[in-house]
Structure formats: C-alpha cells, structure tokens
C-alpha cells in the first residue's frame, strides 16, 4: 500500500470517531462538522458517489426481488417482487422525512435527533466530507431500503401484505435506523466501544439476519414445510439477481469510503476476491457432501462471500479477503444444509443462513484478519476482536428482542400476521394481489 493511503488511514482510525477511513469516516460525522472540513464538493467523488447509490439501489430492483423470487414458488412469485418494491416505495420516503435525522443526527450514544427532519438545514449547497449532503442522504437511504427487504425471505410466501408494511415500518425505526446511528453516526458501538463495520455487517446483515429468523419462528412454518416439495419457480431468474447483487455490491463496498480513492479501491478488490472464494468454496464443499454441485449453490456462495466481506473490506489485505471469503463460504453452507434442518425452523429462502451467520463471521473477521494498516496505534489485534466479539452480541441480542417485541404487539393489534390457509395455498399473488405472474387468473403450483 503506498505510504500516504497508508498514512492516511492510520491517521483516521486513531481519530476520536475511529472510523475515519470507513464508510466510517463521513458516516459518524454530522453533516455539519463535514462541511467545515470540505466548503466544495469534489466532482469526482460526486460522480462516484451518485454512481454507487444506483448500485446499492440496484441490489434491491431488481437484483433482490429477482434473487428471491425465483426461489419462491410460482404462485408467490409477485408477491415477493411487490414487498422488495414496496420497501423501496415505504422506506424511501420515511428516510428523507424523519430516518435520516435520527441516524445522523447528533443526538446520544444511542440514536440521532430530529434536528434535520424533513431533511430542514440542508440544501444544494451542504457539503459532507466531500460530496454534497443530498448525495450522502441517497447513499445512505438505499441501505435502509435493502435491509428490511432482506427478511422477506425468511417469512415469505406466508405474511400478509398488510402485517409486512407495519412490521418493516417500525422495525426500520426500532432496529436498523439506531443500530445505524450506533455504528456510522458517531453511537456506542462505533464511536464509543471502537468496533469495526465499514459497510454494514452489523448494521445491514447480522440485524436483518437475525430478525429474520425470529420472524420465521414467530409467524411459524408455511404449509406443508418438510412434507411437500416447494421447489423454486425460476432458478434462472435467481442466478441473474444474484449476478445483480454481486455488481451491485461494489456500490454498496467500495462507495461506503463516499470517495474515489485507494481505500474505495482496496474495498472494490476485496468484494470481488471474496466473493469468487466463496463461490468456490461452496461449490466444492456442495460437491464433496452431497455429490454434485448445484448453480443454485454457486449463488448462494456470491452473497454469502459478499455478505461476508462488507464489514472487512477495508480492513483487510487481498490475501486477508480469501480467508474471509473461505468462512462465509463454509459457514454459511453449514447454516443452510445443517443448522436448519437440525433445529427445524422455515427461513424460506435462507436469510438468516446467509445474512445472519455470514454477518456474525464478516463482523468478527474483521478483527481476527485486519491488516497492521487499519489497525490503531493503541489497539492490539486481540483488542480489536474483543471489540468485534462485543459489538456481534449486542447486534444479535439487540435485533431478535426488538423484533420479538414488534410481532407481539403487532399480532395484538392487528390480529394473525399470515394469511388463511386457503390464501396460502392459492397463493399470496392472487389471495393479496389479485394478480398471477404467468397469465390472470392462472391457478399457480
């Protein structure tokens, strides 16, 4: 690494807000204090930034609707495509009204304030670090359309579509957007206990992973689960959002440093070095267990390495982001083939296989493989994994509590979260949607 990127991001992570040099840096500052540093936004950085953003928002539409819903069943299929787009619709609007503020917002430890809802003090003119405020507002609310989008997975083919509008809703405000806060806006965890995220393993993957298992076991087993066949409609369809996912993770990595850069290059390396080991690795491991590796697993491998690498991937050297990539592989393959069936819950499309246990390892990866260069002056790497180790508990501690106590009063208030069990087994595209994917009024398998 040439000696000022070097310099440069030593010099940040021993900052006050340790995360100097990560989707850290501008992420835990208040716009305000960035526009202090940069009066100007830099047209490169600007143009990269907007670049990334689509990226991120590519990963939803179409890359996860397409992932997910060629895994669901035929008769589930739009459902899966309403609710990714749906969480684009929802929380796209939340965050500019009142998300954005509380994430970045000054605020405590624990979650921002309200003195930028509506996004008030700030126009075409603000600057963060060195993009303008709007672009990073962007940038920052495609996460918040991705993640609860994410656990759609675990419980689909099942929920009524009125219960995932209140679920995703008050979960984005009671999980992701305070986790947010606590990791990149300046909170406990990142600022505070110094642990390590640079694009979102805790904040992004280990919350919905973990929130999503509870919701599977909450809302319970679809009909059938472990008697009937439920084989994917459209592997097809699932290769080529995966495929998405992976193109547009390099936004989500790379574009978390908000400039165009050598960290933002070192990160682009790494996404794509462990997502090929983890391809690899589960295509072997898939091979040696069951006998023949499957295209189905070679797409899981994708997003389990990318999962595996968001946290680390600026952290972490080429040779580091292999061994990274080789766990999620691994670990997330373990998850799926044993784990579940061993305990018996129905993650339909495996969110908490992927997300959950490929977070859980990228987070404490970090800390067992980070390169001398990320490290601080007075941290030690055994330091640094206690931190990660810290964070990781109070991640998943933090995410399954709230989530539990979101479907409880939910189901209070609004009654059974799924649907009858004549809907679920006509299908929620007709039984919600009054729609069929393949031809109106078609009785879907």
């Known amino acids: 690494m040439p000696d000022p990127l070097r310099s440069s991001l030593a010099s940040a992570l021993r900052s006050p807000l340790k995360l100097a040099a990560t989707a850290a840096?501008?992420?835990?500052i208040a716009p305000a204090a960035l526009a202090e540093e940069a009066a100007t936004a830099d047209s490169g950085d600007t143009a990269w930034m907007l670049v990334c953003s689509a990226l991120v928002l590519m990963m939803t539409l179409p890359g996860l609707a397409l992932f997910y819903g060629g895994l669901v069943r035929q008769k589930n299929i739009l459902s899966v495509l309403m609710q990714c787009m749906i969480s684009a619709g929802l929380i796209g609007?939340?965050?500019?009204?009142?998300?954005?503020?509380?994430?970045?917002?000054?605020?405590?430890?624990?979650?921002?304030?309200?003195?930028?809802?509506?996004?008030?003090?700030?126009?075409?003119?603000?600057?963060?670090g060195s993009i303008p405020t709007y672009v990073f507002v962007m940038f920052q609310g495609m996460f918040a359309i991705i993640t609860p989008a994410l656990m759609l997975g675990a419980f689909a083919e099942r929920i009524r579509f009125s219960a995932y509008l209140a679920f995703i809703t008050i979960w984005v405000f009671l999980v992701y957007i305070p986790l947010a806060h606590m990791v990149w806006g300046g909170g406990w965890i990142g600022a505070q206990l110094g642990a390590l995220d640079f694009a979102g393993g805790l904040v992004v993957h280990m919350s919905s992973g973990f929130s999503a298992l509870v919701a599977a076991i909450v809302i319970g087993k679809r009909q059938g689960f472990g008697r009937e066949p439920m084989p994917p409609n459209s592997l097809p369809y699932t290769v080529i959002g995966a495929s998405m996912l992976w193109v547009g993770w390099f936004g989500f990595n790379a574009g978390s440093e908000l400039a165009a850069d050598g960290i933002a290059g070192l990160a682009f390396?790494?996404?794509?070095?462990?997502a090929a080991t983890a391809v690899l690795a589960w295509v072997f491991i898939e091979w040696l267990h069951r006998g023949k590796p499957t295209v189905l697993g070679a797409a899981s491998g994708a997003v389990a390495g990318l999962v595996g690498i968001t946290?680390?991937?600026?952290?972490?050297?080429?040779?580091?982001?292999i061994l990274v990539g080789f766990g999620a592989g691994a670990l997330c393959y373990a998850a799926v083939t044993m784990l579940k069936p061993a305990l018996g819950y129905?993650?339909?499309?495996?969110?908490?296989?992927?997300?959950?246990?490929g977070g859980l390892w990228g987070a404490l990866a970090t800390g067992l493989f980070i390169a001398p260069f990320a490290l601080g002056d007075d941290v030690t790497r055994f330091e640094q994994v206690w931190k990660q180790i810290v964070s990781i508990g109070f991640t998943a501690t933090y995410a399954c509590v709230l989530t539990v106590a979101i479907l409880y009063i939910l189901k209070a208030v609004m009654g059974d979260l799924r649907v009858s069990h004549e809907d679920e087994y006509q299908g929620l595209d007709l039984s919600e949607h009054s729609e069929s994917a393949y031809g109106m009024g078609q009785q879907a398998s």
Do not use: K
């Open 311 to 321: 946290p680390a991937c600026a952290f972490v050297t080429p040779m580091g982001s």
């Open 346 to 357: 129905d993650d339909s499309l495996d969110v908490f296989g992927i997300h959950g246990i």
């Open 25 to 28: 840096a501008p992420l835990m």
């Open 93 to 128: 609007v939340l965050w500019v009204i009142l998300g954005y503020s509380l994430a970045f917002g000054e605020g405590n430890s624990f979650i921002g304030d309200l003195s930028m809802i509506g996004l008030s003090g700030i126009d075409q003119n603000s600057v963060s």
């Open 269 to 274: 390396l790494n996404t794509q070095t462990a």
